[in-house]
């Protein structure tokens, strides 16, 4: 039965988005899966879509499925690029991971025009700055 079903909750794991510099020197935008735990996650995989309104039609990205392995304690790993017209739709992001034989998912939802530099925050990890979800 449905019910039955265990759903245990996610702690200490975060997607951030970041600007970086590339090697051309341009600034782009990178989300990233970051383990603040002190275990390796294994198994990750990460859905990736965004969806909304934009100038008054509905638009909505293709959905892209992203397979990270195994990932050490404390340590990040970049999911995708980011193109900045997409900062106006909700980005999602479902997670899904393995920490021995149980497995934990959580959404990520970062709300539109929400990456923001208003909105940086420190991600621990990358000592960088960014816009987590936690």
């Known amino acids: 039965m449905k019910k039955d079903i265990e759903h ?52 909505k990205t293709s959905t892209l499925r992203h397979f990270l392995e195994d990932v050490a304690p ?13 900062f106006g739709l909700s980005n999602e992001y479902w997670v899904s991971f393995y920490i021995g ?3 934990y998912d959580k959404k990520y939802i970062f709300l539109p025009e929400s990456i923001i530099e208003d909105n940086f925050t420190h991600i621990p990890v990358l000592e960088t700055q960014g816009v987590m979800i936690k």
């Open 101 to 103: 034989k149980t497995i």
């Open 8 to 59: 245990p909750e996610v702690e200490d794991i975060a997607v951030a988005v970041v600007k970086q510099t590339n090697e051309l020197g341009e600034e782009d935008w990178y989300a990233y899966f970051l383990n603040l735990k002190n275990v390796t996650v294994q198994n990750v995989l990460v859905t990736s879509r965004g969806y909304g309104m934009l100038d008054n039609e509905e638009i």
């Open 74 to 86: 404390m340590s990040a790993m970049k999911i995708e690029l980011l193109m900045d017209n997409v």
